[in-house]
Nanobody
Framework: QVQLVESGGGLVQAGDSLRLSCAAS????????MGWFRQAPGKEREFVSS????????EYSDSVKGRFTLSRDDAKNTVYLQMNSLKPEDTAIYYC??????????????????WGQGTQVTVSS
């Protein structure tokens, strides 16, 4: 199991920015697919962004594309989610996830085997 710890959440106003961090208990994150998911009250957990295990290729959900940026720092064993132009509908608990490369879509939660405890992001209008 890979231990993941998210941080950086908080309460902000619409249009503001936040940067979430996910620290992992592995030395080589490039061997794993890292992803961010979020879950709002009463809603299903949804895909936000992921980065491939063997490259810097990233994918984003349509709702965040152009506003959020995922990056990976292998030296620090950390992935980041830079969130700009935040909207009230971005309010959710954000979870970091890790998984090994497989044929399962990285946009699907089933592709990940390890999850962090989550960090709350609240955006007021």
């Amino acid at each position: 199991q890979v231990q993941l710890v998210e941080s950086g959440g908080g309460l902000v106003q619409a249009g503001d920015s936040l940067r979430l961090s996910c620290a992992a208990s592995v030395r080589t994150l490039r061997f794993r697919t890292m992803g961010w998911f979020r879950q709002a009250p009463g809603k299903e957990r949804e895909f936000v962004s992921s980065i491939w295990s063997d490259s810097d290729y990233t994918e984003y959900s349509d709702s965040v594309k152009g506003r959020f940026t995922l990056s990976r720092d292998d030296a620090k064993n950390t992935v980041y989610l830079q969130m700009n132009s935040l909207k009230p509908e971005d309010t959710a608990i954000y979870y970091c996830a890790s998984g090994l490369k497989s044929t399962i879509s990285i946009r699907t939660a089933r592709a990940y085997t390890d999850w962090g405890q989550g960090t709350q992001v609240t955006v007021s209008s």
